[in-house]
């Protein structure tokens, strides 16, 4: 055996190396997308609403327009930057909140009712409260 030939040969040592790396790229990459598409790990994905904000003298009422349908393992909450609302939200909805549904709450601000430009937000938070996001805000009419 030519043990000089065996040390100073380059290419088929670099050829296999070459192959190994790509068939284990190929598979972790085919096993991640694999676990995604057959569910067995969540994305944790926060639902997409197409929210109508529709401004009264003293309410607002919202209406889910489109987009996702939230279950009940998710909560909706509305907010306004200054004063509270009064009225049912989101919650006092029965069963999943799809397109149509609607809330009307109404603005109170120190006995003080009219808008003034604030900012009406609905935030979306999941079930186990590790994941929230703010779905949809609109600035109310100044008076």
């Not at 009225?87 to 003034?116: C, F, K, M, Q, Y």
């Amino acid at each position: 055996m030519d043990l000089h030939r065996f040390v100073t040969a380059e290419g088929a040592q670099s050829e296999v190396v070459g192959t190994v790396l790509l068939v284990a790229i190929t598979v972790v990459v085919a096993s991640t997308v694999g676990v995604f598409a057959f569910g067995l790990v969540g994305t944790g994905e926060i639902p997409r609403l197409a929210l109508d904000f529709e401004f009264g003298e003293s309410d607002v009422t919202i209406t889910h327009e489109g987009g996702n349908t939230v279950t009940t393992d998710g909560t909706l909450r509305t907010r306004v930057s200054e004063g509270t609302l009064a009225g049912d939200d989101w919650a006092a909805l029965d069963g999943p909140i799809e397109s149509g549904a609607n809330v009307t709450l109404t603005h109170r601000d120190g006995g003080v009712d009219p808008w003034d430009g604030e900012t009406v937000s609905v935030a979306w938070r999941s079930a186990d409260g590790e994941t929230s996001a703010v779905i949809a805000r609109e600035r109310a009419p100044t008076s």
